[in-house]
């Protein structure tokens, strides 16, 4: 079986979402994931990420370019479905989760300095670890 994506039309049909052009790949990206994730379109390949609601950034920009399987499409995608719970989960706490601001947590290296610091305490019994909007 031929798994490799060597251009959007390659990308379309092997989604199996039966989608025709790259305005319903958008649309079903958006709607089909949790975090609402955009993708964009370049002449070399694909990029996804997500923002997050209520703080500054968004995830990471995972860039894929022309040939990728469609395997490492859909871990890209899930790359970006993981992030974007990691950010929500280190800022959308309620005001019951802590008594104390948190520090900053680590991700990858880098500090979330620019994010709002209110992880999610999970056993939180106002919000119950879902966390509110910001
Ligand atoms: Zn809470």
């Known amino acids: 079986m031929n798994n ?6 390659d ?6 979402f039966g989608e025709e052009t790259f305005a319903q ?8 994931t949790t975090c609402g ?6 002449d070399w390949g694909v ?10 950034e968004g995830t990471q920009t995972y ?3 022309y040939p990728f399987t469609i395997e490492e ?10 992030e974007a719970a990691e ?6 706490g309620c005001e019951d989760c802590h008594d104390e601001p948190h520090a900053s947590p680590l991700h990858r290296g880098r500090t979330w300095r620019s994010y709002r610091a209110w992880p999610i305490n999970p056993d939180c019994k106002t919000c119950e670890g879902e966390g509110v909007i910001i």
């Open 73 to 82: 499409f859909w871990e890209a995608l899930q790359a970006v479905e993981d």
């Open 63 to 65: 860039t894929l370019n």
């Open 37 to 42: 994730a955009w993708i964009h379109e370049s």
């Open 11 to 16: 990308l379309l049909s092997q989604r199996k």
């Open 25 to 32: 790949l958008e649309r079903n990206t958006y709607k089909y």
């Open 4 to 9: 490799t994506v060597n251009n959007l039309q």
């Open 47 to 56: 990029a996804l990420g997500s923002i997050v609601e209520g703080v500054d």
């Open 87 to 92: 950010i929500w989960k280190a800022t959308h």
